[in-house]
């Protein structure tokens, strides 16, 4: 039986890197995205030419109901194996004194309910055997001081949900881990008002590049994957030193 993957935020980015990376390995792919169709049916055009099953659903990952017909679409693909949970926003770079409540509100919305939402479905639905991955970030450590504190609180948060939830689990034989990237290659530094993000931070990163996103879709393949069987509750620092 061949394993069937959601990829929350799966059109662009790292999570599009996945849903591709997963789909080579073998897996039915799931992708939710929540604005961008054209992106998602293109990756859902790459998975299909690997000989692999895949749809796009349109799911905000911060509406229960949403996420609950997500999660009932991609069991048309066959039984649940695994998730990642990648769906993620910044909000504009800046210090704390000029963040604004709503992008407070919906960084939270995004990177802490909506995965809550997804890891439930998730638990319901996961059987021995089963994996969730959550896309977690360096900042949770590093804390983006004049940056978005709010969004490293946010993502600090995801990984105690990832430890609390792989011993709960746990006696269930599902295994939850996190991988948590450093500066990687994509669209969401534009969102917060820094596109050359990726080129002008390279000069405070010990591998002195940013990262791309094939470099996360791999450690998060392999955590979903039989080979990290005996990997549970722990958080995969991806983010060439920093
Ligand atoms: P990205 O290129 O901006 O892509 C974000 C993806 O999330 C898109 O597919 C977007 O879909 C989807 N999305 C956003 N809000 C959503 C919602 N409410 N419901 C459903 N889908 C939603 O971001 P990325 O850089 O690949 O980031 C992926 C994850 O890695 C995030 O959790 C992020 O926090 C984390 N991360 C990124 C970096 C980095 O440097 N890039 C570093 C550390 C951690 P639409 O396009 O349809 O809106």
Known sequence: MQPVTIVTGGSR???????RRLAHAGHHIAIAYRRDHTAATDVVADIQATGRNAIAVQADT?????VTHLFD????????????????????????????????????DVNLIGYVLCAQQAARRLTRGGAIVNVSSAAATLGSPGEYVHYAAAKAATDTLTIGLAKELAPHGIRVN???PGIIRTDLHALSGAPDRADTAAGRIPL???????????????????????????????????
Not at 13 to 19: E, L, N, P, V, Y
């Open 73 to 108: 679409t991609a069991a048309t693909l066959g039984p649940l194996t695994g998730l990642v949970n990648n769906a993620g926003v910044t909000s504009p770079i800046g210090p704390i004194t000029d963040l604004r409540a709503e992008d407070l509100r919906h960084v939270v």
């Open 13 to 19: 980015g790292i999570g599009a890197a996945t849903a």
């Open 62 to 66: 911060t509406d229960p109901d949403a």
């Open 208 to 242: 002195g590049r940013a990262g791309e996103p094939d470099e996360i879709a791999t450690a998060i393949a392999w955590l979903l994957s039989p080979e990290a069987s005996y990997a549970t509750g722990t958080v995969l620092r991806v983010s060439g030193g920093l």
């Open 178 to 180: 996190g991988v948590a």
